[in-house]
Structure formats: C-alpha cells, structure tokens
C-alpha cells in the first residue's frame, strides 16, 4: 500500500529520521488535534437561537431527557399528520436540548425510535421540504458529534446512504450540513473515509467545491476546507492517489484566505499532502508554500501554530533545492525562536525540525 513517506524506503535517504520523527511527534501533537476536531465537531446554533439555546442549557439533564422524551412523541404525531411548520419547530426544539451540551442522547432516543423517524425525513419523498431536511440533517451532525458508538449506530441505521444521496441537493444550507455531517463520520474512523471517499459523485463533488471555493457562502467554505483536512487526515493514511489532485487548491487558498478556521484546516490538509514524497514538498515549495509556512511559524495563535509547525517539518525533510528555499524564506530563524516557546510541545516539535533536515547546516 502506498503511504506516507515516512514509512517508504528509499525516498531521499532520510527514512530512519523521518520513522522516528513522526513517532515522536504523533503523540504530541494527539491530543491536540483531537481537541480541535472535537470542538469543531457540533454544529452550533444560529446567532438567531442563542437566547433558546442559552435557556436549555440551564436546565436540569432529568427536565432535558423528559422535554426529550415529550418532543418524541409530538415529533410522531406531527409526522402523522403531516405540518411542516410543526414538524421543523419539534426538530429545532430537539436539536436546541440536545445542543446545550456535549453529552450523547443516542441511547434514550433509542428507546422512542426518534432517530429512525429523522433519518427517514432525509429520504427522497421529503426533498421538497428543505426547511425539515436542513433540521434533520443538522440533528444528524449533533448526534455524530459526541461518543463513536452513536456514529456506529447511525450507520446501521443507514444514515450513510441518505447523505450520500442527499449530496444532490439544490439547497446550500442542507448541502452545508450533509457535508457537515460526513465530516464527523470521517473524522471518527479511517474505515469511514475510506468507504465514503469510493464514491465518485462525492470526491467530484469536494473536488470541485474546493476548486471553487471562494465562490461559495462563507459556511459552505469553513466545511468544503475542514472536510478536506479530514479526508487527508487519520491513521492509516489514504492513498495517495485519492488525495494529491487536492494539493494545488489547498495551497492556493493558504495565500489568500483571511479565515483563522479555515487557515488552520488548510494548513493541516498542506502537512498531510507533502506527507508521501519529495516530489510533493517540491510541488508546495514552487505553489509557494515555503513562505506561507514560515511567516505562520510567527503566528502567536496557538492553533495556526500547531497546524503549521507540523508542515514546516515536513517540508524540511525535502530536497535540498527545497530546503534552500525554505532557508531563505528564514525559518531558521523562526524555528530557532520557537525553542523558547511556553509550550513544551512547540519547543519539542522546534527541535525535531532544526535536527530533521541534513541540508540546513552546511
């Protein structure tokens, strides 16, 4: 299987450094890049639903599992005698309780079928209402955002093909949230990604979304940008032939993108791009890259930092008419600031940068 240059041989004779760098730096950089999924992971209210969103948060789990259980049951009755109005106000209501929290309401929603009964307002009988399908799809975000097993149990309740087939869609905001949705489902396993990115519709799709990118509502940018990074991402890594037609729009949009968001998720899919083999470090350096990389070494935002200094080493490990570029750009100087960080971990991952590259000092 192809993968990561750092599990090749033979590359560009730096392997054994390479092995024991990423090692190294895996665990370290773990925990940070799980937080920062984590936290992305949940869909949060419009600035409309704020004050709603706030009251729910203050009350008791016992009065939120009962408002719960109430909203089941109306939700049933509502669908029975079809009132869309009705039908979106139960499932916004929902999505606000369960919202106030990251706590997981997959098991007592189990026990009333409600999440059977969401999932089949994504099919296609309910295309023509794109107010409930935006709020279904929504509640599915929520609900694959806390704990793996309540991932798991959307799949076997066929949730996958309904977004899939709800790619298709004309509306923007039920678009956003499906490709919201199977964002989470890729971010929480590398066996998820690999299924979901067989579908050629989708990667044509993400594709040309990410070609196109600034065209698009400043939403739909945030998500085409963290989907991508998520695509690249996770052990074991995909193959590089699914993922390296993406590296030319990433690198584009990191030379005019103004959003922090989006920066960082840009800059984590440019790490895992230049992962495979020196001829993608150079395909970055002449993109560009080597500036972007080592003017974001200067950043004091700790999350631009931790994307960037993960690609700056990766692009030191490059060739030596790469690492020259790099070198005049001054990320020696950079890296070299940085080993006085605060953060341990930055000052770690400094060093492995300054020891990685056997060009850096004559």
Request: proline residues 2%.
């Amino acid at each position: 299987m192809e993968g990561p240059r750092s599990q090749q041989t033979g590359d560009s004779g730096l392997e054994v450094v390479k092995i024991k760098r990423e090692q190294f730096r895996v665990e370290i950089r773990k925990e940070k890049v799980r937080a920062m999924i984590d936290a992305k992971r949940k869909k949060p209210s419009s600035d409309d639903d704020k004050e709603k969103n706030s009251h729910y948060a203050n009350l008791k789990n016992e009065e939120k599992d009962t408002m719960v259980e109430e909203n089941a049951k109306r939700l049933r009755l509502v669908l029975k005698y079809w009132d869309e109005s009705q039908v979106v106000e139960v499932l916004r209501t929902i999505r606000f309780i369960i919202s106030a929290e990251e706590v997981s309401y997959i098991e007592p929603l189990r026990k009333t079928d409600l999440i059977s009964d969401i999932l089949d307002l994504l099919d296609e009988k309910y295309d023509k209402y794109p107010d409930v399908q935006q709020e279904a799809s929504w509640l599915v975000i929520n609900f694959a955002s806390v704990a793996s097993e309540d991932v798991v149990y959307l799949l076997e309740l066929g949730c996958l093909n309904r977004l899939r087939r709800l790619l298709r869609t004309k509306n923007e905001k039920v678009l956003e949230h499906v490709l919201w949705a199977l964002t989470n489902i890729i971010g929480e396993d590398s066996s998820y990604r690999d299924e979901i990115i067989t579908d050629k519709y989708f990667m044509k799709l993400v594709y040309n979304m990410i070609e196109n990118c600034e065209k698009l509502n400043l939403g739909l940018q945030k998500t085409i940008c963290w989907l991508v990074s998520n695509i690249c991402r996770g052990k074991p890594y995909p193959l590089r032939q699914d993922v390296y037609m993406f590296l030319p729009h990433v690198a584009r949009l990191l030379l005019i993108v103004k959003d922090k968001t989006q920066f960082v998720d840009l800059m984590y899919a440019l790490s895992y791009l230049i992962s495979y083999t020196d001829d993608d470090v150079h395909s970055a350096i002449v993109l560009g890259m080597g500036p972007v990389v080592v003017n974001a070494l200067n950043d004091t935002e700790l999350d631009i930092l931790m994307a960037t200094i993960r690609a700056a080493g990766n692009l030191s490990a490059g060739r030596h008419d790469d690492v020259d570029e790099l070198l005049a750009a001054g990320i020696l100087t950079s890296v070299n600031r940085l080993l006085d960080h605060s953060r341990g971990a930055i000052r770690k991952e400094a060093l492995w940068i300054l020891t990685c590259s056997q060009y850096f000092y004559p």
